[in-house]
C-alpha cells in the first residue's frame, strides 16, 4: 500500500525524515512515549486538574470522544461545549455512552438518539504493518507521526482499508 502525506506541511515532512533518519530522534521519541503518564490533582473545591501525555493515537481517541459525548444532549442543555466536554470525561469513565441532558424537558430528544462511534484515520504503509519497514504512519487531523512499533499494535484491533487498489 502506497501512502502519501501530501497537503500536511513542511513541518510533518522534516519530522518523517527525522523519524527515518535521526535515530536521536527515534530515540526521543521512545523516551516520551514511555513517560506517558496522567496525573489528578484535586483543588480541594469540588474540581480537579488533570494533566497527562498520552500517546498522540489515544489522545486523538479521547478528544474526539470528548466531543462526540458532549454533542448527545439536545440543543436547550444550559451547559457550554466545555463545560459538556468536561462532564464527558465524567460520563466516560463510568463507561457511559451518552452525556445526561440537563435541559429538564419531560421528552428530550437526546434521550433516545443514538450516539455516533468515533474513529481515527491513521495512514500506513503495508509493508510496516507486516513487519517488512519501520515507515511511521501518519494521524489525520492531528498532524502527527505514528511510529511503526505502535501501528502494528494498532493494526491487530483496527479495520484496514487500503487507499490504493493492489496491483
Request: aromatic share 2%.
Amino acid at each position: 500500500m502506497l501512502w502519501s502525506l501530501e497537503n500536511v506541511g513542511d513541518r510533518t515532512d522534516l519530522d518523517k525524515f527525522s523519524a527515518l533518519h535521526d535515530r536521536d530522534a527515534v530515540r526521543r521519541a521512545r523516551g516520551h512515549a514511555r513517560d506517558r503518564d496522567l496525573t489528578v490533582w484535586h483543588r480541594g473545591d469540588g474540581t480537579s486538574d488533570i494533566s497527562g501525555r498520552l500517546l498522540t493515537t489515544d489522545a486523538t481517541l479521547l478528544d474526539k470522544t470528548l466531543d462526540t459525548l458532549a454533542a448527545t444532549v439536545c440543543p436547550a442543555d444550559p451547559r457550554t461545549a466545555a463545560q459538556r466536554r468536561a462532564d464527558a470525561l465524567g460520563a466516560l469513565a463510568t463507561g457511559a455512552t451518552r452525556l445526561r441532558c440537563r435541559c429538564d424537558a419531560p421528552e428530550c430528544p437526546a434521550a433516545t438518539a443514538t450516539p455516533t462511534p468515533v474513529v481515527i484515520h491513521v495512514v500506513a504503509d503495508q509493508a510496516t504493518l507486516d513487519g517488512r519497514a519501520e515507515t511511521p504512519g501518519y494521524l489525520l487531523g492531528a498532524d502527527a507521526l505514528i511510529s511503526a512499533e505502535l501501528l502494528r499494535e494498532l493494526a491487530v484491533t483496527a479495520k484496514i482499508r487500503p487507499l490504493l487498489p493492489a496491483g
